[in-house]
């Protein structure tokens, strides 16, 4: 076995929204991304950090209680990169599911 993951509802835990915040950047540095990604690490309220192919350099996924709480962290994480974001949508509901089947990918 591998690890373990809890399956939580946000809502029943006060994270209600789900905001995608895409950022696009005209540094692609090591030394940038090292920084940009330890301060999206330090921001409790992004649950992922993807790098992305095409318009958008990265997308974040973002769970916050409610619009004003985005806002919040939207203007504390904005002190700590450089770059241009901007939040696409926003949802109450988010999948986790995966297909069970054998792939032949080991722990399954």
């Known amino acids: 076995m591998i690890g373990h993951v809890a399956l939580v509802d946000a809502a029943k835990v006060g994270m209600g929204l789900t905001v995608f915040v ?3 950047t005209s540094e ?8 940009f990604a330890e301060s999206a690490s330090a921001m409790p ?3 992922a950090f ?3 192919a095409g318009d958008v350099d990265y997308m974040l996924r973002v769970l916050v209680r409610d619009m004003a709480a985005l806002k919040h962290a939207v203007k504390q994480g904005g002190s700590r990169r450089s770059g241009s974001g901007r939040s696409a949508n926003g949802m109450s509901e988010y999948g986790t599911q995966a297909p069970a089947k054998d792939n032949g990918v080991s722990g399954w």
């Open 50 to 52: 993807y790098r992305m």
């Open 28 to 35: 692609h540095s090591a030394e940038w991304l090292g920084h």
């Open 22 to 24: 895409s950022i696009r």
């Open 45 to 47: 309220e992004v649950v």
